[in-house]
């Protein structure tokens, strides 16, 4: 990524930062984006460092500081040292009654040529059935794990 964002603090942001990171009582991001944007700082009372070498020195990617001066610069200082609010969490595609038709699936009979249910078989046989339009593999074996459900 092109070392497109100049950061300059003024005086008062510089002075924010500074007693952020000489405090001690805030959270390890908070600290570590507030020393970065101090060691980048490219106006009258910074010395700016390369963005390969305050990676470096801090221990994350170039991505990341890059990613933390693009914040700064369009969203200001706040929204460089606070995490993004998350989007809301998807809703549950499987519900409970896919779960039990799921488990009523696993204690039948195996099919024809198979000693027992495999996740796989019965990932395919889930589909065929038209109980789920698709599923994963590791999605059947998380609602077996949850039902404290096993194929042996």
Known sequence: ???RYKVTLTKEEREQLTELTRRGNSTA???LYARALLLCDAGEWGDPWK???VATALGVTSRTIEHLKQRFIEEGLDA???RKAQPKPREAV???EFDARLTALACSQAPDGFRRWTVR???NKLVELKIANSVST???QRSLKK???SLT
């Open 1 to 3: 990524m092109a070392n």
């Open 94 to 96: 499987f519900d409970g």
């Open 51 to 53: 963005v390969a070498d």
């Open 29 to 31: 991001t908070k600290f």
């Open 121 to 123: 078989l019965l990932a």
């Open 147 to 149: 039902m404290r459900l």
């Open 138 to 140: 590791m999605t059947v």
């Open 80 to 82: 460089a040292l606070a």
